[in-house]
């Protein structure tokens, strides 16, 4: 082509002028050119070598994890074989053993016998005692112990009212006279024959120690079968009538009672004396 064809010289204008012989101008040009090839490659190009590394660590990982789960998997089946042989051993004793018909009996290990807990200082204690009654009087008098025993009570309820000693013979006397000091019920009245009684009499309605009518105003029937309630009731009338303690044993009985008989009580005063002496 001729040099002076218009294409030509199109050609010549855009070819890039010769490399310089300078170095300088020489590596620009070189790293100008290796800049512009990696901004051509792009972000993947980039990439692409830590790709790399990091496949080639995570299969050096794997590699190390596998040989050291293979040594464990080897020590852990060295460390079992020794085990397992004792277990067959031990299965062939058994075996052995239960097969023998002439295993002793392995003798049962002796007890000691447990000591006798001593006993407490509480349980020592010895109990409180029940309060026992007071003896019964001996009969005096050839009085017998029924008798005694209610001449007891009549003294007892005279000293508890306060009553003087002459008083007490009074009603010792009375009760002598009347039923021979014994609780007696009365054969008029069957109601009284249910509470405690020593005999029973036919003297009307009279019943008790002294004989006292329920229908005079003594009382009720259980309450004069009562021997101490009867008692009261005979202390009570003798302190109400004037001058009983200036009166004979006879008199002050009779003013009490009432009795068919006003003399008949003097008999009884010097036993009912002794008596009363014996229980106070």
């Known amino acids: 082509m001729h040099p002076d064809d218009p294409l030509d010289q199109k050609l010549t204008q855009d070819r890039p002028a010769a490399r310089s012989d300078d170095p300088a101008s020489t590596e620009q040009t070189t790293g100008r ?66 097969r023998s018909l002439d295993r002793a009996v392995s003798p049962s290990p002796t007890l000691s016998p447990s000591p006798t807990p001593k006993p407490t200082p509480s349980a020592t204690r010895k109990a409180p005692r029940k309060p026992t009654a007071p003896p019964r009087p001996r009969p005096v008098a050839g009085l017998t112990q029924a008798q005694m025993d209610n001449a007891k009570v009549i003294v007892d309820v005279g000293v508890e009212l306060k009553m003087p000693r002459r008083a007490l013979v009074v009603a010792v006397a009375t009760s002598m006279q009347e039923s021979r000091l014994y609780n007696l019920a009365s054969d008029v009245l069957p ?90």
Do not use: I, K, N
Not at 223 to 230: I, K, N, Q, T
């Open 33 to 98: 050119h290796r800049a512009a090839e990696r901004r051509r490659r792009g972000p993947r190009a980039l990439l692409a070598p830590t790709a790399v590394r990091v496949a080639l660590a995570t299969g050096v990982t794997c590699l190390l994890g596998a040989t050291a789960f293979a040594c464990t998997r080897e020590d852990a089946d060295a460390a079992r074989e020794p085990v397992a042989e004792a277990l067959a051993e031990r299965a062939v004793d058994d075996e052995r053993a239960s």
């Open 191 to 280: 109601e009284s024959t249910r509470y405690p009684h020593q005999g029973s009499g036919s003297d009307h309605d009279s019943v008790g120690l002294f004989q006292q009518r329920p229908s005079s105003g003594w009382g009720t029937v259980r309450e004069l079968m009562r021997p101490s309630y009867a008692a009261r009731a005979f202390y009570e009338a003798l302190r109400d009538v004037p001058g009983w303690q200036q009166m004979s044993v006879a008199g002050a009985a009779q003013a009490v009672q009432v009795s068919a008989f006003p003399d008949a009580y003097a008999q009884h005063e010097g036993l009912a004396t002794t008596v009363v002496a014996a229980l106070t």
